[in-house]
């Protein structure tokens, strides 16, 4: 199974009430972390995208392309593309730029969002949340074949024999669908022979196994190979279980109370804290041991090919979450391998 991490580049206040980076500041830091990521012997890198002053990720490809040129392994994805307010055109462009850049390692996480920053951004309505990314999805995959394009749809000016360059070298880009719970996504994602990405923040990571299988009978019906399915999720590997509940706590419960403030949650408790980081829970946090036992259930639970922890959802300082990503690579990899 694949192991990597994804980052949004988050600017909160350092450990929960400390300085709060600048953009350029986290954007360094997260090249760093990716250099650390590969030097790990991790497998994948991703970087999200959100249009919001608390995370300074709104271009994936920019901050991906710097990562290329310091790694020469490691896999670089989008985790996501926020494709329903973007221009297929354009999405390809930048990840078949990456991949050339690269030397073949760009991946395209394509999903619909789970903030609404940038459908007003770009000029988009919320009502047509679900169309747009049906439409563009379709298009992305047209463009993505190796022949002209000819194309017509709602949201966009129509293509008429186009081709899109430049072109990734010897395979098509790799696109996974990336889902956050919903069937109706999952279920497109098996009838067009995509790979599934999950994430899982919050509740019990078994509670998704209906999802997997759901997926598995889609690409069953739609006539396709197994595809790959990975999941993110929330977490942090310290020496001790006490140093990672105390490095994580305060950055985690503030950042994950501000977006509960937003959607109606309320504040996130000691005692939610602790279900979450119990055995059954999402966050996969603790020392190494506890950590890649914890993986190894979910992956042998969902049938996993990989797997991509999310660290700084609150900003950690950043020399802990390099000493983090080091024992990610070095002590919990070789147990879940």
Do not use: C
């Not at 500041?25 to 994948?44: C, F, I, P, S, Y």
């Not at 055995?279 to 090919?305: C, H, M, N, Q, W």
């Amino acid at each position: 199974m694949e192991l990597g991490l994804t980052t949004f580049a988050e600017t909160h206040p350092v450990s929960g009430d400390g300085p709060v980076p600048t953009a350029g500041e986290r954007l360094r830091q997260v090249v760093e972390e990716a250099v650390a990521t590969e030097n790990a012997g991790l497998d994948v890198y991703g970087v999200g995208e959100h249009h919001r002053k608390d995370f300074a990720a709104s271009a994936p490809a920019v901050v991906l392309a710097a990562i290329a040129s310091r790694t020469e392994r490691i896999q670089l994805t989008s985790a996501v593309t926020v494709l329903s307010s973007d221009d297929p055109v354009r999405v390809y462009q930048d990840f078949s730029t990456l991949d050339g850049i690269s030397g073949g390692r760009a991946e395209l996480m394509a999903g619909r969002g789970s903030f609404i920053e940038s459908f007003p951004l770009f000029g988009y309505d919320l009502s047509d949340y679900d169309d747009l990314f049906e439409e563009k999805l379709a298009l992305l995959l047209k463009i993505r074949e190796d022949e002209p394009v000819t194309w017509s749809g709602k949201f966009r000016a129509p293509l008429q024999d186009a081709v899109v360059y430049p072109r990734t070298d010897n395979r098509p880009l790799p696109v996974w669908i990336a889902v956050g719970g919903s069937p109706e996504s999952v279920v497109r994602a098996g009838l067009l022979g995509l790979p599934l990405a999950i994430a899982i923040i919050g509740g019990q990571p078994a509670r998704f196994k209906p999802l997997v299988d759901l997926y598995h009978r889609a690409l069953d019906e739609g006539g396709h190979e197994p595809q790959p399915v990975a999941v993110h999720a929330h977490g942090y590997v310290a020496e001790t279980e006490k140093e990672a509940v105390g490095d994580f706590y305060k950055s985690y419960a503030r950042a994950m109370s501000g977006i509960g403030r937003e959607r109606g949650w309320g504040p996130m408790t000691p005692a939610q804290f602790d279900g979450l980081r119990s055995p059954e829970g999402s966050l996969f946090l603790g020392t190494p041991d506890y950590v890649a036992e914890k993986i190894a259930d979910v992956r042998d639970t969902l049938g996993l090919d990989r797997f991509m922890l999310h660290t700084s959802v609150g900003t950690l300082p950043h020399e802990k979450v390099l000493h983090s990503i080091a024992l990610l690579g070095e002590k919990v990899a070789p147990q879940v391998r």
